[in-house]
T-cell receptor
Framework: DAGVIQSPRHEVTEMGQEVTLRCKPI?????LFWYRQTMMRGLELLIY????????DSGMPEDRFSAKMPNASFSTLKIQPSEPRDSAVYFC??????????????FGPGTRLTVL | QKEVEQDPGPLSVPEGAIVSLNCTYS??????FMWYRQYSRKGPELLMY????GNKEDGRFTAQVDKSSKYISLFIRDSQPSDSATYLC????????????FGQGTRLTINP
């Protein structure tokens, strides 16, 4: 398996623009997570899905952020409008319930977002 | 107060040294603890996993949980330059729970 795939790997945009981050989870995994990582706040969970349904979006910072999972193999995280304080590395991760005692989360390589 | 506190470092030690990385947590209901390793420009990957109290050993790595003091530790013996990475502790409430709470991560450098 190719692992979790994220695109783009780098995104530079200007304040006010719409940004869409994409994720393809590992085939067969029924959980998908979106995280944000910054130096100041570390790794924070934004939202997670189970079987394409959002379960917990309490980490989504504000209404400018939205996430969708239209099918088991694709998810998007959208920021509209983007602001400089959204600059961070965004990670997607997936896991399989019952996949061993750990239910290990497998992370993608991340998307490095810079908002100017 | 963050649920999981971790000194971000950076921590720099010579090759071969014993490394101790630590976290504290506030929620006693969380019984499952993990250490993730993150190389530069990569996503985190699970390194070790432990439940409740006690030690767990895997090669040069030992994870330790002290429930009485709410303290999580990772020890690296005979440290190697390839161990240079950011180490993140994480915890979750139960075996089936999916939500992880991460510490800020400690950046570790092993100098040859």
């Amino acid at each position: 398996d190719a692992g979790v795939i994220q695109s783009p790997r780098h995104e530079v945009t200007e304040m006010g623009q719409e940004v869409t981050l994409r994720c393809k989870p590992i085939s067969g995994h029924d959980y998908l997570f979106w995280y944000r990582q910054t130096m100041m706040r570390g790794l924070e969970l934004l939202i997670y899905f189970n079987n394409n349904v959002p379960i917990d979006d309490s980490g989504m910072p504000e209404d400018r952020f939205s996430a969708k999972m239209p099918n088991a193999s694709f998810s998007t995280l959208k920021i509209q409008p983007s602001e400089p304080r959204d600059s961070a590395v965004y990670f997607c991760a997936s896991s399989m319930r019952g996949g061993g005692s750990t239910d290990t989360q497998y992370f993608g390589p991340g998307t490095r977002l810079t908002v100017l | 107060q963050k649920e999981v506190e971790q000194d971000p470092g950076p921590l720099s030690v010579p090759e071969g040294a014993i490394v101790s990385l630590n976290c504290t947590y506030s929620n006693s209901a969380f019984q499952y603890f993990m250490w993730y390793r993150q190389y530069s420009r990569k996503g985190p990957e699970l390194l070790m996993y432990t439940y409740s109290s006690g030690n767990k050993e895997d090669g040069r790595f030992t994870a330790q949980v002290d429930k009485s003091s709410k303290y999580i530790s990772l020890f690296i013996r005979d440290s190697q330059p390839s161990d240079s990475a950011t180490y993140l502790c994480a915890q979750k409430s139960a075996q089936g729970a999916q939500k992880l709470v991460f510490g800020q991560g400690t950046r570790l450098t092993i100098n040859p």
